[in-house]
Each structure stands twice: as C-alpha cells, then as structure tokens.
C-alpha cells in the first residue's frame, strides 16, 4: 500500500479494519488525537485530498493513493500556516487537545461556510473555550498584548505552549513511542453488586501475545480513596487496586497485559468470571431507608472514615445557628421547594489513561493524565509499599479536566502491571469506559426553605441535602460540605440550618468536579430568593444587595467551621451586581420573536473559597542562567486552566524581565519539591504565591551581588530592564550570572505556601432567555458575567476561563445528562447520545471585572477557574421562571421537561 502523508510517501500496510487515526498515529502522526472513536468530536480531523474528514472513523485502506495532511504537515516546509498563526493571535484554544483537528476542518471552509460556523463546526467540539476565541480566529481577531520588561503582569499575554500546540508539537499524555510496550484492557462487571467467587485465566492466557491476567488475588489489599487531596482523611478508605466485591455496573474486575490491544481485549472476553450476585440500591432516597442492601458493611468511622456504613452513608453534616423554625414562622414571605440536579460528566477530551515502566534503577515511572502527580505517587508509594524516592509520576500537557483528573482511576493499574511485567505498560481508556468507569458530578436532591421580612431581609435559610456519591466516597465528603457551605455563608441571615448526607449506590461513583456541589446547591438558594423577592415585590438584585456580606461580615454556615483562614482579600460582589444590572439594563434589540416564545431575566450569585480547607501545598524554584534568562520549576500541571502562562508572568514581573525568558518546567515529581495540585481554584492562587515568594527571593539575590560587585548597600540597588543597578554602574542578568559563577555561586532561590490564609472571589450571572410555550424551546437571548477575580493576571486568559465555565455550565443545564437505568447501567456512553455543547449551542457572554485588589492572593490575583460555572444554572432558571410564571425544580432544562407544565399553563 502507498499512502502520501504529508508530501511524504509510505509503503506502511495498515492491519485489517484498522483505523486512519491509529495508522497516522504510530506512523508518528501524533497530532492526531483520539476523543471517541465514533466520530463525534473531531479530535481526530486530517484532510484527506484537502477535505476534512474523522480519521477515527475513516479505515485506513482507503487512503491508499491519496494525500493525508495532519496538522503536523499544515504549514508550509515546517512553519506556521497563516490559519494557525490566527489561532495564536486570538489564542483559540485553553488545554488545545482539539485544536488540531479545529483548525483543519476550519482551513477547509470556503467563504460561505465561514459565515455559518455553527453548522460548519457542528464536527468539532470544544470543552474549553466556550467558541468564542475560535469565532475570533475566524475573524482574524488579535487578543494578546505585547509587555515590557517587568510589566508582564496583568496583561494578555499568549500561552508559551501555544505555537506548539498550533503545530501539533505538544506532547500530551500518548505522544510517544516506548519500544517493547504492552497493552492493558481492563475486564468490567456485568453486575451492579456482586462477589466474585473465582476467575478463571486459563482460555486468556492461552492468547496469542497475552502476557498477564491481574485480579484481585495478585493486587494489594491496601484499601484507599481515588480521590486525592493533601490530607487523605478527607475521603474515605473504601477501594482497592483490584477488589472481590464488585459494587458498580463498570468496576474493573481483571487486567489483561498483551502485546496488543486486540490481544488484551481477546483476552478479556475469554476470562470466566463466577459471581455470586447481591442486591443492589441504586436510588440513594431507598439506599439510606431501613433494610436496604448494605454496600460497604465493612467499613468503619473510625478506621475507614465511613460515617454510617451500615445505613450506606459515608458522610453527613447537621448544624443550625437560632432557631430557624421560629423564625421562619414569624416570617413575613416564607418560601420552600425541592429541586433536584442530575449527573454530568467531565468529557475532557483526552479519556484517563497512562504509560509505565520501571528502569534500570528500580524506579516506577508513571506518565498520566492527571491534574495531582505528587498525590498519585504519594499513594502509589503506599499502596505498593515502595519508597517514594523510587516512584516518580508526571504529566505532560492534559488534554482537559475539570476535576475528573484530581483521581486515581488508572495509575494504580499501571503500576501493577509495570512491576508484574517488567516491561512498559499502556492504558487509555475508551470513551464509553470515560462514561461508565470514572466519575461524575454528584446528583442531589436540595429542600430548601427560607424567609424574609417586610423589607427583603432574610430570616431564614434552611438546607436538606441527599448526594448520590455512587458506588465509592471518593469526594463524597469535601463536596457535601462544600455544597452547603459558601451557597448560605454569602448571605446574611440570622438563623441557618443544614442537614447533609451523602449515600453510597449502587451506580458509577461520582467525584471531583467544577464548582465541587456549589452548583447543584446555589439553583435551590438563588430560586429562594428569587421567590422572596417576587412575593415582596423588591427587584431580584435589589433583594441581593440587602442580604449579601459585606467586608467585616462573618461568613457562616452551620455547624461551626474548624477552620478560621477565610478573610476578605478584596471585595467586589457589590460591583459584580451592578455591572450585570447596567449590562442587562442596556436597550434590547428587536429579537425578531413571534408570540409563542416568552422572554425573562434572570440573576444568580456565587461566593467562592479560593483555596480548599486544612492546607494545599506549593513549592517553586527559580535560578538565573548563564545567559541572563531564568529557569522556573512549578508542580502544577497545565490542563487548559492557563496556570504555565500566570506562572512566567508573575516571575517576569517580580524580575523586571519578559516572559519569553522564563523557561518552565513543571508536573514532575522527578523535579524536587512538592505541589498538592491543580484543583479547588489553587493553580494561581497557592501555587503562585510561591512563585512570587521565589522571584522576589531571587530578585534580592540579585541585587545583593550587584551591591556586592560596586561595594554599595543593597537597599540602593534596583533592577529594571533584565539589568541591575547600583548607583551608575549597570550590570546584565547574564553579567551577573557569570560573576556568581566565578564566585563558585548560583542564583537561585525557591518559594513556597501552604494555601492559607484563602480569600473568596465572586461572580454574578446574568441570563435573558426566550421560552417556546408551544414546544418548551429555551434560547439564550443575552448572557453576562461579572466577576471579581482581584487584579487580573491575564485578561484574555481570564475571559477565557469565565466563557469556558458559562459554556460547560449550560450544557449542564440544558442537555447534557448521563442517564442511568434502574439496574445501575449507563444507557448513554457515548458523545452522540451525551450532547456536548457544539459551536451553534453557545451563546457569547460578555464579561466584566470588578476592580480589586486581593491583600492575600499572588499579586492582587484570586481564582477564577471554578466559580464561573456556578450561578449559571440557578442563573438560567430564574430567567426561566421569569418568562413562564413557572417555577422548574429539576435539571436539565430540556424541551421535553418543560413542555408538560408549559402546556398545562398555556395550552
């Protein structure tokens, strides 16, 4: 076979029904990406005789005699196509992973198609970005700012990654050829709850190419948690690598090592597995009821931090500041409802997966997808019983993650497998195996009940919260406690009462993800205050700003926190309002509507803690080079959320340098220090400070030798334009460099923190919306953002998170649901029947800053990963309720859903 990949000729014979996407990838084609295999997602686009195809779902014969261009070939002789220079400007892309395939498909529209994006880009998703930056590369609309030495800081500078990730060049977790690799495929139960009595190995082993079958009788027994945070007592012990009870329709039951993947998977369905099958709860309202099957009765409080595991609850969370019953009857507006939220998933383009192997000294490498590799070495460590210096895990660039990646759902695998084999060992899960393997957002069921007085004061806020955790507690706690927690604490109000619990089932567990349970918790609150507001005629933002803490308010929510480090680093929520309120006060347009839609507005509100509770961790080292320029060493991983780029701003700026000298490394255990993660709005915040803390470390050092070299006192000395200055003498960074090195010295300096204080950042939602009451349609006619993300490290960037939280958040709220049938099994495993928010689907969202300073946060700068996301869905139904008269307590807002009510009112 002869195939022109391109402008280059292969003789290369693909293997029978292989793929083109699998073929161009091991012929080193590595811009190629896999996001479904089913031709949903357009990770995977090349142009095939120019015209954009699914190489995942195009076989690879039939290519022969054809010219193939992956974005590798893109640019002329190597460089930088014109289309791909546009992507850089507008910086079109936050983790890039779909970057590849979006800008061949989009090189490939003609003037026509260009005007109708949404239908010419309905083949290409994007999880990050929101399409809005992609519409500006269209456009051939510049974002990014040029910045002078030592003003890099608050400007919108480009991702240092990015002319890779244009080019293809950026290596993600898969992006490399290991000689002698094996392949893992994981056999997955059947069953929702069973014990398996016996596995027998014998027809696998006998496959061509197998190498190993791993079950739970050749894994540790070690229990632990795959939810990783600093402190393991947050979660609950209640997993195993491999286990004999099998509590989910999906858990891993087997391993099967092979030279292939069709031997691994040949190979899984030869296993013969006995079960012997037990009862299962699979609605967490019957798994908490009396006489329920018990789905972790082993497990303990005391030793396995399970809160009750004989009534299936792994955590819970009972206070009450007053008395919210009197007050409550002694109110002058009382409301109450019961609202409902459903499961979501991360569908972060690149699945969970991972490469192994051990080396000639002994020590355990672990390549991932993960958002926390200094965690999953810490548990990989203790459940292999290994020293930690002999186990080393780190990451490339991620292709997205919103939380799903701050878990351990492959490393421990590869790991066993590595050590069992002694070759290296690959694992990268499927898509369907991303839907009914991993985790989602927790679904809840929220009673809330709240009152007011005559003035729109509030009296009383109560909560009842039920989370469905899933078969596992992995999050279960943090996110309970959470969700019950900033969602009341940003109001005042006298008298609060939370009773929150969280149920094991028998479903696909849920964990970490954006937002972390505010999101599902603000829809019940903010409808309480819209409904207040309606039965006291106050205006919903005026109702806000009558309630709201203010600097020098306590921020509570029953029972009493342990933990006492959240202070006010800046204050903005009062300007978030009324910037949406100008926004969406502004002159509407005519909308072109016909009398069966009925437009509303809706407002919602979010306060966040930007670092989690009981400390996160965060070391950098900064050292000066030879050639004036810097090399900078951070933990944190780069998975769209644009932490690389803050991380070289804020050195440059504390060292009076340019960006493009500050050299990264980052996301390797192998590098020294230590870094909790990227995860609970801490990339910039935690890990930040303590590249501010190095750099100015550093900067001081500079200015003492400068002083050292003109005999003069180091307070007199400054720097500025990469050149130091001590009265008239001047010396460059590389002069310097050079004298310390004569010196037998290095400047280098290292800085850390420990994630506390923590400040709060906020946001603030606008929505005007249009309801079809004949067909239950839901338009976004306008969509606003404010937020007070302190001073802004990088603007673009920031617009970008905001846009990207907004866009995810809708499809949330509109149709994006993993649906589950009564025996526990996924029925929807797959993009085309999940709904991700396409280019058509996402309206554009203006965003505003407040403008503040954060005493605490890394140069003024709080998070602003995470809050985005949360007061969209309680947002969007208030806006919902107001152009209806109808009040909908349950997502998602699908046309179907809305549709019996609707017609009810209006026939």
Same mark, same amino acid.
């Given at each position: 076979?002869?195939?022109?990949?391109?402008?280059?000729?292969?003789?290369?014979?693909?293997?029978?029904?292989?793929?083109?996407?699998?073929?161009?990838?091991?012929?080193?084609?590595?811009?190629?990406?896999?996001?479904?295999?089913?031709?949903?997602?357009?990770?995977?686009?090349?142009?095939?005789?120019?015209?954009?195809?699914?190489?995942?779902?195009?076989?690879?014969? @039939?290519?022969?005699?054809?010219?193939?261009?992956?974005?590798?070939?893109?640019?002329?002789?190597?460089?930088?196509?014109?289309?791909?220079?546009?992507?850089?400007?507008?910086?079109?892309?936050?983790?890039?992973?779909?970057?590849?395939?979006?800008?061949?498909?989009?090189?490939?529209?003609?003037?026509?198609?260009?005007?109708?994006?949404?239908?010419?880009?309905?083949?290409?998703?994007?999880?990050?970005?929101?399409?809005?930056?992609?519409?500006?590369?269209?456009?051939?609309?510049?974002?990014?700012?040029?910045?002078?030495?030592?003003?890099?800081?608050?400007?919108?500078?480009?991702?240092?990654?990015?002319?890779?990730?244009?080019?293809?060049?950026?290596?993600?977790?898969?992006?490399?050829?290991?000689?002698?690799?094996?392949?893992?495929?994981?056999?997955?139960?059947?069953?929702?709850?069973?014990?398996?009595?016996?596995?027998?190995?014998?027809?696998?082993?006998?496959?061509?190419?197998?190498?190993?079958?791993?079950?739970?009788?050749?894994?540790?027994?070690?229990?632990?948690?795959?939810?990783?945070?600093?402190?393991?007592?947050?979660?609950?012990?209640?997993?195993?690598?491999?286990?004999?009870?099998?509590? &989910?329709?999906?858990?891993?039951?087997?391993?099967?090592?092979?030279?292939?993947?069709?031997?691994?998977?040949?190979?899984?369905?030869?296993?013969?597995?006995?079960?012997?099958?037990?009862? /299962?709860?699979?609605?967490?309202?019957?798994?908490?009821?009396?006489?329920?099957?018990?789905?972790?009765?082993?497990?303990?409080?005391?030793?396995?931090?399970?809160?009750?595991?004989?009534?299936?609850?792994?955590?819970?969370?009972?206070?009450? *500041?007053?008395?919210?019953?009197?007050?409550?009857?002694?109110?002058?507006?009382?409301?109450?409802?019961?609202?409902?939220?459903?499961?979501?998933?991360?569908?972060?383009?690149?699945?969970?997966?991972?490469?192994?192997?051990?080396?000639?000294?002994?020590?355990?490498?672990?390549?991932?997808?993960?958002?926390?590799?200094?965690?999953?070495?810490?548990?990989?460590?203790?459940?292999?019983?290994?020293?930690?210096?002999?186990?080393?895990?780190?990451?490339? @660039?991620?292709?997205?993650?919103?939380?799903?990646?701050?878990?351990? *759902?492959?490393?421990?695998?590869?790991?066993?497998?590595?050590?069992?084999?002694? %070759?290296?060992?690959?694992?990268?899960?499927? @898509?369907?195996?991303?839907?009914?393997?991993?985790?989602?957002?927790?679904?809840?069921?929220?009673?809330?009940?709240?009152?007011?007085?005559?003035?729109?004061?509030?009296?009383?806020?109560?909560?009842?919260?039920?989370?469905?955790?899933?078969?596992?507690?992995?999050?279960?706690?943090?996110?309970?406690?959470?969700?019950?927690?900033?969602?009341?604490?940003?109001?005042?109000?006298?008298?609060?009462?939370?009773?929150?619990?969280?149920?094991?089932?028998?479903?696909?567990?849920?964990?970490? &993800?954006?937002?972390?349970?505010?999101?599902?918790?603000?829809?019940?609150?903010?409808?309480?205050?819209?409904?207040?507001?309606?039965?006291?005629?106050?205006?919903?933002?005026?109702?806000?700003?009558?309630?709201?803490?203010?600097?020098? #308010?306590?921020?509570?929510?029953?029972?009493?926190?342990?933990?006492?480090?959240?202070?006010?680093?800046?204050?903005?929520?009062?300007?978030?309002?009324?910037?949406?309120?100008? /926004?969406?006060?502004?002159?509407?347009? #005519?909308?072109?509507?016909?009398?069966?839609?009925?437009?509303?507005?809706?407002?919602?509100?979010?306060?966040?803690?930007?670092?989690?509770?009981?400390?996160?961790?965060?070391?950098?080292?900064?050292?000066?080079?030879?050639?004036?320029?810097?090399?900078?060493?951070?933990?944190?991983?780069?998975?769209?959320?644009?932490?690389?780029?803050?991380?070289?701003?804020?050195?440059?700026?504390?060292?009076?340098?340019?960006?493009?000298?500050?050299?990264?490394?980052?996301?390797?255990?192998?590098?020294?220090?230590? #870094?909790?993660?990227?995860?609970?709005?801490?990339?910039?915040?935690?890990?930040?400070?303590?590249?501010?803390?190095?750099?100015?470390?550093?900067?001081?050092?500079?200015?003492?030798?400068?002083?050292?070299?003109?005999?003069?006192?180091?307070?007199?000395?400054?720097?500025?334009?990469?050149?130091?200055?001590?009265?008239?003498? %001047?010396?460059?960074?590389?002069?310097?460099?050079?004298?310390?090195?004569?010196?037998? @010295?290095?400047?280098?300096?290292?800085?850390?923190?420990?994630?506390?204080?923590?400040?709060?950042?906020?946001?603030?939602?606008?929505?005007?919306?249009?309801?079809?009451?004949?067909?239950?349609?839901?338009?976004?006619?306008?969509?606003?953002?404010?937020?007070?993300?302190?001073?802004?490290?990088?603007?673009?960037?920031?617009?970008?998170?905001?846009?990207?939280?907004?866009?995810?958040?809708?499809?949330?709220?509109?149709?994006?649901?993993?649906?589950?049938?009564?025996?526990?099994?996924?029925?929807?495993?797959? *993009?085309?029947?999940?709904?991700?928010?396409? *280019?058509?689907?996402?309206? %554009?969202?203006?965003?505003?800053?407040?403008?503040?300073?954060?005493?605490?946060?890394?140069?003024?700068?709080?998070?602003?990963?995470?809050?985005?996301?949360?007061?969209?869905?309680?947002?969007?139904?208030?806006?919902?309720?107001?152009?209806?008269?109808?009040?909908?307590?349950?997502?998602?807002?699908?046309?179907?859903?809305?549709?019996?009510?609707?017609?009810?009112?209006?026939?």
């Amino acid at each position: 076979m002869s195939i022109e990949i391109n402008g280059r000729t292969f003789a290369e014979t693909p293997r029978p029904g292989q793929c083109l996407r699998t073929f161009l990838r091991e012929l080193g084609q590595f811009g190629v990406k896999k996001g479904c295999d089913a031709g949903d997602c357009g990770a995977c686009t090349v142009l095939l005789d120019g015209e954009p195809v699914h190489s995942c779902v195009i076989p690879a014969f @039939r290519a022969e005699g054809r010219a193939v261009t992956t974005i590798e070939g893109f640019g002329s002789e190597g460089g930088t196509h014109s289309l791909q220079q546009a992507f850089l400007d507008a910086q079109g892309f936050q983790c890039g992973f779909c970057t590849a395939g979006m800008i061949l498909t989009c090189a490939s529209l003609n003037q026509a198609q260009r005007q109708e994006l949404g239908v010419a880009l309905k083949g290409n998703i994007c999880r990050c970005t929101g399409y809005r930056s992609i519409q500006d590369a269209m456009d051939g609309k510049s974002n990014v700012e040029d910045a002078a030495a030592g003003g890099a800081f608050g400007r919108s500078l480009p991702a240092p990654a990015g002319p890779l990730v244009v080019r293809g060049a950026a290596p993600y977790t898969f992006d490399i050829a290991l000689d002698r690799l094996l392949h893992i495929k994981l056999l997955r139960s059947p069953h929702p709850h069973a014990r398996i009595i016996g596995i027998d190995k014998a027809a696998a082993l006998a496959v061509p190419g197998v190498h190993a079958v791993l079950t739970h009788e050749d894994a540790p027994k070690i229990l632990f948690s795959t939810a990783r945070h600093e402190r393991d007592w947050m979660d609950p012990d209640d997993t195993r690598v491999l286990d004999d009870t099998v509590r &989910f329709i999906g858990q891993k039951v087997a391993a099967v090592v092979a030279e292939t993947e069709a031997a691994a998977e040949e190979g899984c369905r030869r296993l013969k597995v006995d079960y012997d099958i037990l009862p /299962a709860a699979t609605d967490p309202a019957l798994a908490i009821a009396p006489g329920a099957p018990v789905i972790h009765g082993d497990k303990t409080a005391e030793i396995h931090r399970v809160s009750n595991a004989a009534r299936n609850v792994v955590a819970e969370k009972h206070g009450e *500041f007053g008395d919210v019953a009197s007050a409550l009857a002694s109110s002058t507006a009382i409301y109450e409802g019961t609202f409902t939220t459903h499961r979501v998933q991360h569908a972060a383009l690149e699945t969970h997966g991972g490469l192994a192997w051990i080396d000639a000294g002994g020590l355990l490498n672990v390549r991932s997808s993960t958002q926390v590799p200094f965690l999953i070495r810490r548990s990989l460590a203790q459940i292999f019983d290994r020293p930690l210096d002999k186990v080393r895990v780190f990451c490339e @660039r991620v292709g997205g993650g919103f939380g799903g990646k701050q878990e351990m *759902f492959v490393e421990d695998i590869l790991a066993l497998a590595a050590i069992a084999t002694g %070759r290296p060992v690959k694992l990268e899960f499927t @898509r369907e195996e991303q839907f009914i393997a991993t985790s989602t957002r927790h679904p809840m069921r929220v009673t809330v009940k709240a009152g007011a007085d005559s003035d729109g004061k509030l009296t009383a806020l109560q909560l009842d919260v039920l989370s469905n955790t899933g078969a596992y507690g992995n999050h279960a706690g943090p996110v309970l406690f959470h969700a019950v927690s900033e969602c009341i604490s940003v109001y005042n109000c006298p008298n609060k009462k939370v009773d929150a619990v969280a149920a094991y089932t028998n479903t696909v567990p849920a964990g970490a &993800f954006r937002g972390y349970g505010l999101p599902q918790t603000l829809f019940a609150v903010e409808a309480a205050i819209d409904e207040l507001a309606r039965q006291l005629g106050i205006d919903p933002f005026e109702i806000r700003r009558r309630n709201i803490v203010k600097p020098g #308010d306590a921020m509570l929510s029953p029972p009493p926190s342990q933990y006492h480090d959240v202070f006010y680093g800046s204050y903005g929520l009062d300007q978030c309002l009324d910037l949406v309120e100008r /926004a969406m006060s502004a002159e509407r347009p #005519d909308y072109g509507l016909s009398d069966d839609w009925l437009v509303g507005d809706g407002v919602a509100l979010t306060m966040i803690d930007t670092v989690p509770p009981a400390g996160h961790l965060s070391d950098s080292t900064i050292t000066l080079r030879d050639d004036g320029g810097f090399e900078l060493t951070v933990g944190t991983a780069e998975f769209g959320n644009g932490t690389s780029t803050v991380h070289r701003q804020i050195a440059a700026t504390a060292l009076a340098t340019t960006v493009d000298r500050i050299s990264l490394r980052q996301s390797d255990t192998a590098l020294g220090g230590h #870094d909790t993660g990227a995860y609970g709005s801490a990339g910039t915040f935690v890990a930040g400070r303590a590249t501010q803390a190095a750099a100015e470390q550093l900067a001081d050092g500079i200015k003492a030798l400068a002083a050292e070299l003109s005999n003069a006192a180091a307070s007199s000395c400054i720097i500025e334009n990469e050149t130091a200055i001590c009265g008239s003498e %001047r010396r460059s960074f590389s002069e310097l460099a050079s004298a310390a090195r004569t010196k037998g @010295r290095v400047l280098q300096a290292s800085g850390n923190s420990a994630g506390t204080p923590r400040s709060v950042a906020f946001n603030v939602q606008g929505f005007r919306v249009a309801v079809n009451k004949g067909t239950g349609e839901v338009r976004i006619l306008k969509s606003v953002q404010a937020a007070d993300a302190g001073r802004v490290a990088n603007p673009m960037q920031c617009r970008g998170q905001i846009e990207g939280g907004v866009a995810q958040s809708l499809g949330a709220a509109l149709y994006e649901e993993l649906l589950i049938d009564d025996s526990g099994r996924v029925i929807n495993p797959t *993009f085309r029947d999940y709904h991700l928010p396409s *280019f058509a689907d996402v309206p %554009r969202t203006e965003v505003y800053f407040a403008e503040t300073s954060d005493a605490i946060g890394p140069m003024g700068a709080k998070s602003m990963s995470e809050s985005p996301y949360n007061p969209v869905t309680a947002a969007l139904g208030n806006a919902i309720a107001n152009a209806t008269g109808i009040r909908f307590t349950s997502t998602p807002f699908k046309p179907d859903r809305l549709f019996p009510a609707l017609h009810e009112k209006f026939g």
